[in-house]
């Protein structure tokens, strides 16, 4: 009879520890792929625009939410709390934030579509959140955004709501 | 033995079943007031229903060779030990139940996941141990905290009706109006739970969940969090005020010129200040530095007798404005008004034996706020 | 618990085997690599834990007997659940079983010992470290761990009290552990067995033991990796869990019951064995349908892959996600509905006897199923809107694992103890302890579905005064429940180390099936199966 041997049957116990690391970027596709985490919306630059967002007659409103970490003291709000977007069409919108301290912060803004499965809808062709941005002290900063509707969104998207979370972060990084 | 165990049993149906207030106990779901709301609780009577019917025809089966498949009657042991006739009967016929459940499931899944076409937007924001609603169509943004007294709790005073479920300012809605929800936390996860509604969704920091609800009728609906979200997680109840819809519009408008009026700052006399401080105080702050100031050290500093308490005013304020990163304490700058953040920072310096004598005036308070 | 009967034993061989009798003292159990005495050790670490555990719960329930704050604040009430939830799981139940198949499989397959003695030893010694460990951030600044079992970020990364490095690393060590102890089955279940012992003819218990091996070996890294990933979220700057550096708090939850399902199954598979064995045996019949309970046993395994999200339907998963698991995970009713049935048809039509095992494994199928049930209706996820994380869960989930799997480790320690000890248990006592059990375990769990129905969310310290009747009545099964446990430990000290009770003949029961009864004598002698018997 064939033996089997502990050493090799410990592979499994290590390919699977691996296999947990590996569910991080795994869930990473997997909410590209499906929209789960609200996460991913498409970017687009002006010449691939054209393509995927042909004129359409559909508007869908365009709820926008701003939300600070509690332990942040910046006021940081959206210039307007609606939009109509409409696929071809595109918006350019304004978040403003004000830091009122003594010293130059960086921020980070990460952003939350909601509905998540409809998330890849949503085409941004400028957004503050592509970039840290540097807040200098006691001003208030105009950041910009520019977003349209895909063209591919189907009959059932009827609406989009898209949030902002702002997090004071280390110039150049220091995220995993 | 055995009648050890029955009289046992039969004690406790005596004891339920002589209860005189059978239907305050609260055996079952609630069926709610909205139409999905219905909807759930017809799908768990169903399947509640479905698992009865298996557990008497199993335990019935069951029951039956315990009293004459036993061998202190005689019984003698048959040898059967395989059929696999009897084994895909009994594979596919839950099958089908099963698909036969899933039908009514799906349908109302589908319903509660329409979030398209409200009427009204709310945020719901989940904070450590409070709710933060914002209406988005109106200017009307407030937090809403468990108002029962901490007396209550400890047992010093008898409890109310409503013990653990009332708030100072309950989340007002409108009835038959489609009300879309956007979820999300500013520190843990919370969940945000009205049986009534059968809305249940998680808080998640940093990311937005939708849900919504129409309501039937005009009512006060009760829930809780529903997720473990530290120590305060018992004591964040949510009510919600259904009232029709010309209520809720004078409601909304006189919401905004109150909290327009809170935004603006006058002067408080310190007898004011120390008043409206101890509610403040006990409402916000109690949880972690408990009531009489002592703290619970080290995870939640004393005040009675602190250094910060009978320190300097400006860096008390600014404290209980901006928090202390990278420890529990938050920060409160727009949760309380500038006069609420006077009146507790007074209080923290004049009560428990804290004796400054100072107090801290809106104005201060504003002026730092706006870091003038 | 059955020490006195080792030691027997190891008289017993000592006439021809001297130089192979267990050491002297306490360095015997130090060094021993003897599956026999490593099996006693874990059982004894899992009934320290299921005390320690236990006055957990006591702590918990008085706390809740009454509406009001009474006895503990609620952070200290959150360190209580949690390490009630995680020394019961990690250190009760999971030991348990580990005990009974260090005793059990190679008797059972007609091995010598364990294939890795040494590691066997190994596996064993790491457990009470980890949980002195994780015991000991009772006494460290900021308490116990506070964040419940599921141990959810950013909860339980950012919020963490500082104990919770130590929390990590005891994880990581018992992880290791079970990794060690499960390739140590494995092995020794394909490489040891005795000739002509197939594995279509292996015992049930040695087939779900198996099973729940591989379960181990796939899921308890990732529970390692969930940790290490935490670890370096409060350490090391890493942001898996953090919205704030692109990580997400979702993600944890979707790698915690990607480990934290199937392990629930780790946690009953073996349970099934134990109970096909015993209702066999007291029914005087051959287990109905025994290829059906591999392949169910199987396909319940299998599908526990495919389910973890079911613990999440109100996170916000799309809505095709949630029909996904909400049918995959009814899908699991279908294997599981055949494993009771055929318990059932066993004893139909048997000529049944009502000892001590056999009434816990009556009740494991009455109760269990129970547990099934309410695990049927949380299935649905639009009905689990309502349910999720009320005490209706902590019913579901206390139903399966307290007359689930504790019921059937109870059972399996009543039936196999003459066989290790060679004397009988005190059979009134048995009963008494059953029945008492019996009354308390569903005093105890069976109002929490009302409660729960009613609107009552789990981990609160404090409640709402429409709870208060059913709480209060909850608390009273409770103790009535871990008081009479004293009854089994009273039951099992007095058979082995007071050596009383009548001797067990080599049979013990009437005609029951397996190498251990029929080709051992009673008490088992320290080293069994030097020369494999033959199985046809």
Request: charged share 15%; proline share 5%.
């Amino acid at each position: 009879m064939k033996k089997l041997s502990p050493l090799k049957l410990s592979i499994i116990p290590l390919l699977m520890f691996g296999f947990g690391f590996a569910l991080v970027p795994l869930y990473d596709i997997f909410c590209q792929v499906t929209g789960i985490n609200g996460k991913y919306y498409q970017v687009a630059d002006e010449a691939s625009l054209r393509l995927v967002s042909a004129q359409g007659e559909k508007v869908v409103p365009l709820r926008l939410l701003a939300d600070a970490d509690s332990r942040d003291v910046w006021h940081f709000t959206p210039e307007k709390k609606l939009l109509e977007i409409q696929a071809g069409k595109m918006i350019t919108t304004y978040y403003e934030i004000t830091n009122d301290q003594d010293v130059e912060v960086t921020v980070q803004a990460v952003p939350s579509i909601a509905p998540g499965e409809w998330s890849e809808y949503l085409v941004k062709i400028e957004c503050f959140c592509f970039n840290q941005q540097k807040i200098p002290p006691h001003s208030t900063v105009r950041l910009p955004l520019q977003v349209t509707l895909s063209s591919k969104a189907p009959e059932e998207v009827s609406h989009l709501s898209l949030s902002y979370r702002i997090y004071q972060s280390e110039p150049l990084g220091g995220t995993f | 033995m055995k009648r050890v165990g029955f009289s046992a049993v039969s004690a406790l149906l005596l004891l339920t079943t002589s209860h005189s207030a059978f239907a305050e106990w609260g055996l079952n779901m609630t069926e709610g007031v909205t139409r999905v709301s219905h909807d759930v609780h017809d799908l768990h009577m169903t399947i509640f229903y479905v698992c009865v019917a298996i557990a008497v025809v199993v335990f019935g089966v069951m029951l039956y060779s315990i009293i004459y498949h036993r061998k202190s009657r005689g019984a003698k042991a048959h040898n059967f030990h395989e059929s696999t006739v009897v084994e895909l009967i009994w594979t596919v016929i839950p099958l089908i139940i099963l698909v036969g459940m899933c039908i009514p499931a799906t349908a109302t899944l589908i319903d509660m996941y329409d979030n398209s076409d409200a009427e009204i937007d709310i945020q719901v924001t989940g904070y450590q141990w409070k709710w933060r609603y914002t209406y988005l169509h109106e200017e009307v943004d407030f937090f809403s905290s468990m108002s029962t007294p901490s007396e209550q709790i400890d047992n010093s005073q008898a409890k109310d009706v409503n013990y653990l479920l009332e708030v100072d300012y309950p989340l007002v809605l409108p009835v038959d109006t489609k009300v879309r929800f956007l979820f999300t936390s500013k520190d843990v996860i919370h969940s945000w739970w009205v049986p009534d509604l059968a809305v249940k969704k998680d808080t998640i920091p940093g990311f937005i969940n939708e849900s919504w609800t129409k309501i039937d009728k005009p009512g006060i609906y009760r829930g809780q969090c529903t997720e473990l979200c530290g120590k305060g997680h018992g004591f964040m109840p949510i009510v919600v005020k259904a009232v029709s819809k010309a209520e809720y519009k004078s409601w909304v408008t006189a919401q905004a010129v109150a909290q327009a009026a809170a935004r603006e700052v006058k002067e408080m006399s310190f007898a004011e200040l120390m008043t409206q401080g101890e509610k403040v105080y006990n409402t916000n702050c109690a949880a972690c530095h408990q009531k009489n100031g002592a703290g619970m050290p080290p995870m939640f500093p004393g005040l009675k007798g602190s250094a910060v308490a009978l320190g300097d005013i400006n860096k008390h304020i600014n404290i209980v404005l901006k928090g202390v990163r990278s420890t529990a304490m938050s920060a409160f700058a727009e949760q309380l008004s500038v006069s609420d953040v006077a009146a507790v920072v007074t209080y923290e310096r004049n009560a428990w034996g804290n004796d400054k004598g100072d107090h801290a005036s809106p104005m201060l308070v504003k002026k730092l706020k706006d870091n003038k | 618990m059955s020490q006195e009967g080792v030691l027997q034993g190891g008289g017993a061989v000592a006439d021809d085997e001297h130089h192979h009798g267990p050491d002297k003292g306490i360095l015997r159990w130090v060094y021993t690599t003897n599956h026999k005495d490593i099996g006693t050790m874990y059982l004894l670490l899992a009934l320290g834990s299921l005390l320690i555990g236990g006055c957990m719960a006591f702590v918990i329930r008085a706390e809740l007997f009454q509406p009001g704050l009474q006895l503990v604040d609620p952070n200290f009430f959150n360190q209580m659940t949690t390490m009630h939830g995680l020394i019961m799981v990690f250190g009760a139940i999971m030991p348990a079983f580990v005990g009974l198949a260090n005793w059990l499989i190679p008797m059972m397959i007609g091995a010598p010992d364990m294939a890795l003695p040494r590691i066997n030893n190994w596996s064993f010694w790491l457990l009470p470290f980890a949980f002195t460990m994780l015991l000991s951030t009772f006494f460290m600044d900021g308490g116990a761990p506070n964040f419940g079992w599921t141990f959810y970020a950013p909860l339980s990364t950012t919020y963490a009290p500082p104990s919770v490095t130590f929390f990590i690393f005891a994880i990581h060590i018992m992880g290791i552990s079970s990794v060690m102890g499960a390739v140590n089955v494995i092995v020794t279940i394909f490489n040891m067995r005795a000739p002509g012992m197939t594995f279509m003819k292996m015992p049930l218990f040695v087939w779900t033991w198996l099973i729940t091996a591989f379960l181990l070996i796939a899921v308890m890294p990732v529970l390692a990796g969930v940790v290490t990933m935490m670890l370096m979220d409060i350490h090391f700057g890493a942001s898996f869990f953090d919205a704030a550096g692109g990580g997400d708090p979702v993600l944890f939850q979707h790698v915690f019951w990607f480990f934290g399902h199937p392990e629930v199954y780790i946690m009953i598979l073996p349970a099934f064995g134990i109970v096909s064995h015993i209702i066999s045996t007291f029914s005087r019949k051959p287990l109905f349908g025994y290829t059906s309970m591999v392949f169910a046993t199987s396909s319940i395994a299998i599908l526990s892959f495919i389910v973890w999200a079911h613990h999440m339907f109100t996170v916000g998963i799309p809505l095709v996600g949630e029909l996904f698991f909400m049918y995959s995970t009814m899908l699991i009713a279908v294997p599981t509905g055949v494993k009771v049935f055929n318990w059932v048809t066993t004893m139909f039509r048997g000529s049944m006897t009502f000892e001590t095992p056999m009434l816990f494994s009556i009740a494991f199928v009455v109760l269990f199923t129970i547990g099934g049930l309410s695990g049927l209706m949380l299935a649905v996820a639009p009905a689990d809107f309502q349910y999720h994380d009320t005490y209706f869960v902590v019913a579901h989930f206390h139903y399966v694992l307290v007359p689930g799997a504790l019921f059937s480790i109870l059972a399996a320690v009543y039936y196999w103890l003459p066989k290790w000890c060679g004397r009988m248990y005190n059979e009134a006592l048995g009963k008494w302890h059953f029945w008492l059990s019996f009354i308390g375990v569903n005093l105890t769990f069976f109002p929490m579905h009302f409660v729960g129905l009613a609107g009552m969310p789990r981990r609160i310290p404090d409640y709402a005064l429409q709870f208060a009747d059913f709480n209060a009545i909850v608390s009273v099964g409770a103790v009535v429940f871990g008081l009479s446990q004293l009854l089994f430990i009273y039951n099992v000290w007095r058979t082995t180390l007071g050596q009383k009770g009548v001797k067990a003949s080599d049979l013990v029961w009437d005609q029951p099936v397996g190498l251990e009864w029929t080709a051992l004598p009673s008490p088992v002698p320290y080293h069994t199966f030097q020369t494999p018997p033959k199985v046809d």
